[in-house]
């Protein structure tokens, strides 16, 4: 379970922004230094390569790009917002999947970096594929992404947009993809490397699924970041659900289901447990 605001989160980011100023400090005294040393042109000139160079690798384009990490997401937020298909609402940030006539709507709140959530569709991910195919309920995505802020890091972000790519082929592409990326075999550690930064590897988990292994459409959409400020918005609607504390959190009809824990309530863990409290809430 990952808590979107816990005290450690804050700690964290307190002593992030300390190496910060830390690094910054040492940068100024190493360029105190340089000039010191003469050739002063000399050295603006290649400090201006380097902050090209940067500027460059930090992602100037408007779209992803192949070697991970290189979206500048802050231009993203001004882009104009490209729906994908199977969605519906002002930005297309309503997500839902099965049969329109199901009395019954089951919400899930994630994040593509959250092992919980990996953890919640490794155990039950099949199951509910099943009930949805089955018309024992309609199932509601909400994915966020608070995780790339207290781990550091764009992989959330980056994997949704990916995810949106999935859904605007078909939303069983979506779903399939959704439980490639949150399996043992491709999903990462939440303290490890930011794997879901680099597209390279969403395509490679996308190839496990075959509406999406070859598919150029897809693919494109992908390296060009098509749905990227789309997963912006995605992520304000995921944030402006103030109930929903910790993820994954899953909800029958607006009830949330789960054991209730001192961080929150925990969701189901096994699919018994799941059954069980699904049926509970479920109107007939």
Not at 8 to 30: I, S
Not at 99 to 111: G, M, Q, R
Not at 181 to 188: A, C, F, G, T, V
């Amino acid at each position: 379970m990952s808590n979107r605001n816990t005290q450690a989160n804050k700690q964290a980011a307190r002593e992030r922004l300390r190496a910060e100023r830390e690094r910054q400090a040492k940068k100024d005294r190493t360029k105190r230094q340089l000039i010191v040393g003469g050739a002063v042109v000399g050295v603006l000139a290649v400090a201006g390569g380097i902050a090209l160079a940067v500027a460059n690798a930090g992602g100037g384009s408007s779209g992803s790009v192949s070697s991970g990490g290189g979206t500048d997401w802050a231009k993203v937020a001004k882009q104009r917002l490209v729906k994908p298909a199977n969605t519906t609402g002002t930005n297309g940030t309503t997500v839902v999947i099965g049969k329109p006539d199901a009395k019954n709507t089951l919400s899930f709140f994630e994040d593509a970096r959250c092992p919980g959530c990996a953890a919640f569709e490794e155990t039950v991910g099949a199951t509910v594929e099943k009930d949805i195919k089955d018309g024992k309920y309609k199932a509601s995505y909400h994915i966020g992404t608070f995780l790339d802020g207290n781990l550091q890091g764009t992989g959330s972000k980056n994997a949704l947009s990916a995810l949106g790519a999935a859904l605007n082929v078909s939303p069983d592409a979506f779903l399939k993809y959704k439980y490639a990326l949150y399996s043992k075999q491709y999903h990462p550690e939440e303290t490890g490397p930011d794997k879901f930064a680099d597209d390279s590897y969403l395509l490679k988990v996308a190839n496990t699924v075959p509406a999406l292994k070859g598919n150029a459409a897809f693919q494109k959409n992908v390296k060009s970041g098509t749905y990227d400020r789309w997963a912006l918005a995605m992520s304000d609607d995921f944030n402006s659900h103030k109930d929903v504390t910790s993820t994954p959190t899953i909800k029958v009809n607006d009830t949330v289901i789960g054991t209730k824990t001192p961080q929150g309530v925990a969701a189901p863990s096994t699919v018994a447990q799941f059954n069980s409290m699904v049926a509970k809430e479920l109107k007939h």
